[in-house]
């Protein structure tokens, strides 16, 4: 045990450390901690749970039964609508978010590294920038001047993409640069190069095949910023179903409990899919921005 | 040559970020009449009506971030070291993670059938225990800051847990039993070695919740019809309608915003860079 060649002194002292260590060790030491631990966790719990038993309790108090689910999944022609327009305008964003942060965290990797530093700041800046402010921004900046994109559906399509592929940035660019640190890019990059590659078909067809896990969680990521945005989409005006689900709470009763549920189900699978993806992967937790 | 590569992503920046931004800063420097430039919009900050909307913003950011942060680092701690069954962990793991992400309008109108005025828990309290929320002597209201308050806490707490679960994780055993061997107590351990590591993941966690609270706009906006005196729902009206008379004002409101979203940032990073020397 504790026979190494240290001397007598230290041979005299430790037995007796070690006794008391074990008997610290044997004293119930969490006994008390125990039950604080379970307050905590049941406070927790109920602070979790009560909202969402609350809405459910309230979304069925129709006097036939699921009719507010009934209401809004089958008679509410904007439900439908707005999920699919915010799902188009998610998936739009995604491949935009995908087609400007792939190249550029690749390209940075492997040729720029001393720019680094720069485009971290950049994709960093959404979180300095809250959507208001840069919803404020585009609204003010691009209402006259050269480029009038709130004057027509198209040129609010394309400022409310815009502004999602910005919120995106961070949580894109996370993802992609950890997927290519755990790829050899260099190596890949060179083999497709000897065999005659141009750079699209190295990307599209190296690159991206061989991070698409964290393409994927990315990608899900900044779909469920999306889905539920309210911010930017109430100012740009558009039927997304942020504005949609606001609306409806100010107008209805049980509906909107009905769509909350959903709602949450939607943010569930999301995170699912994401916890799901990022198994044994070493990526942080990461949170969306839409509150 | 190689530069051309990262010209897309720049050149992005500067159309849908750096712009519109730039378009705030400059306007907030100018003179809404005459254009000439001034620094009189960032004096009219001092205006009741704003100081009352940055204060109460900054209070209710203040404290969702410290007791977000203080209830989430107990159940973060009382799930990992407490001695709760160990099924549990990843139960509160995954719940946090839907939590923090579950906020906005959904949030919001959760909430309300809950606290409000038909509410669950305010029914059950008025039929249960005969108390009345809602009367004079009670005077609680969901619409009100303390409603924020407590509809923030939602999402707040559940971040911290994300965040600090992997830096609770990080305190290595032997630094408790070397501490043990030396005859050390629980909480002298605690006091002079566990916490004094946490701390910088702690503080700059609670900072990066103020930021999350500060920066909100769906959530308040929809609880309380934009009625509670909020930065937020302050920009809200000023971009609906020219609610101040001052355009650019309203540019100096926003900056002002962005300022104090930065200096949170800035002073997260810094204590995430310290916490990452002993936990990694």
Redesign the interface.
């Known amino acids: 045990m504790s026979n190494v060649g240290i001397g007598n002194r230290a041979l005299e002292v430790i037995p007796a450390?070690?006794g008391?260590?074990r008997d610290?060790r044997r004293r119930p030491?969490?006994g008390a901690?125990?039950v604080?631990?379970?307050i905590?966790?049941i406070?927790?719990v109920l602070?979790?749970l009560?909202?969402?038993?609350?809405?459910l309790?309230?979304s069925l108090r129709t006097k036939v039964p699921f009719a507010a689910y009934n209401n809004v999944l089958f008679k509410d022609a904007n439900f439908a609508s707005s999920l699919l327009y915010s799902a188009a305008i998610g998936v739009v964003t995604i491949v935009v978010s995908l087609?400007?942060?792939v190249?550029?965290a690749?390209?940075?990797r492997l040729?720029?590294p001393r720019?680094r530093p720069y485009?971290e700041f950049?994709t960093?800046?959404?979180?300095?920038?809250?959507?208001?402010?840069?919803?404020?921004?585009?609204?003010?900046?691009?209402s006259t001047g050269p480029l009038p994109l709130t004057g027509s559906e198209l040129g609010l399509n394309v400022l409310i993409v815009?502004?999602y592929?910005?919120l995106s940035f961070p949580y894109m660019y996370r993802s992609v640069d950890s997927g290519l640190q755990a790829i050899d890019i260099r190596s890949l990059t060179e083999a497709a190069q000897s065999m005659g590659a141009g750079w699209p078909r190295i990307l599209l067809t190296v690159i991206f095949p061989n991070i698409r896990v964290a393409l994927l969680s990315g990608s899900f990521l900044t779909l469920?910023i999306v889905i539920?945005?309210?911010?930017i989409a109430s100012?740009l005006v558009r039927p997304a179903f942020?504005p949609y689900?606001?609306l409806l709470?100010r107008d209805k009763a049980f509906e909107?409990?009905a769509?909350?549920i959903i709602?949450?189900g939607l943010?569930?699978i999301?995170?699912?899919v994401?916890?799901l993806l990022g198994r044994g992967s070493r990526t942080?937790?990461q949170?969306?921005g839409?509150? | 040559m190689t530069l051309l590569g990262v010209v897309p992503f720049f050149l992005f920046a500067i159309l849908f970020l750096f712009f519109p931004v730039a378009f705030l800063v400059v306007g907030s420097f100018q003179d809404s009449v005459t254009g000439a430039p001034t620094i009189q919009n960032y004096l009219d900050l001092s205006e009741p009506n704003i100081v009352l909307a940055y204060t109460s913003s900054i209070e209710i950011s203040l404290v969702t971030a410290v007791a977000g942060g203080i209830f989430g680092f107990m159940l973060a701690y009382a799930v990992i070291l407490g001695g709760l069954p160990r099924f549990i962990r990843p139960l509160v793991m995954t719940f946090s993670g839907v939590a923090s992400n579950f906020a906005g309008i959904p949030l919001a109108l959760a909430f309300t059938f809950t606290l409000g005025l038909q509410g669950l828990v305010t029914r059950l309290l008025l039929t249960g225990l005969g108390i009345d929320l809602y009367s004079k002597g009670v005077g609680f209201s969901i619409y009100t800051k303390l409603g924020i308050e407590i509809v923030y806490m939602y999402f707040q707490f559940p971040l911290m847990i994300l965040i600090i679960a992997p830096a609770i994780d990080g305190l290595k055993r032997e630094w408790r039993e070397a501490a043990e061997n030396l005859g050390g107590s629980s909480r002298q351990y605690w006091q002079h070695i566990a916490l004094p590591i946490l701390l910088p993941t702690l503080l700059g966690t609670t900072i990066l919740l103020f930021g999350n609270a500060f920066g909100a706009q769906a959530t308040a906006y929809q609880l309380t019809a934009g009625l509670v005196p909020l930065v937020t729902n302050l920009i809200t009206a000023q971009i609906s309608g020219d609610v101040f008379h001052n355009v650019n004002l309203g540019y100096a409101l926003a900056m002002g915003m962005v300022v104090i979203m930065a200096i949170s940032i800035v002073g997260y990073s810094f204590l995430q860079r310290r916490s990452e020397r002993w936990l990694r």
């Open positions: 450390l070690e008391s260590a610290a030491r969490f901690n125990r604080l631990s379970w905590v966790f406070i927790g602070y979790f009560v909202p969402l038993y609350a809405t309790e309230f087609l400007i942060i190249p550029t690749y390209w940075v040729r720029l720019l485009v950049v960093l800046l959404p979180f300095v920038i809250p959507p208001l402010i840069l919803v404020f921004g585009l609204l003010r900046a691009y815009a502004a592929v910005v469920a539920g945005e309210y911010t100012f942020g689900l606001a709470g909107p409990a769509v909350s709602s949450f943010t569930w999301a995170m699912g994401i916890a942080r937790v949170v969306a839409a509150r």
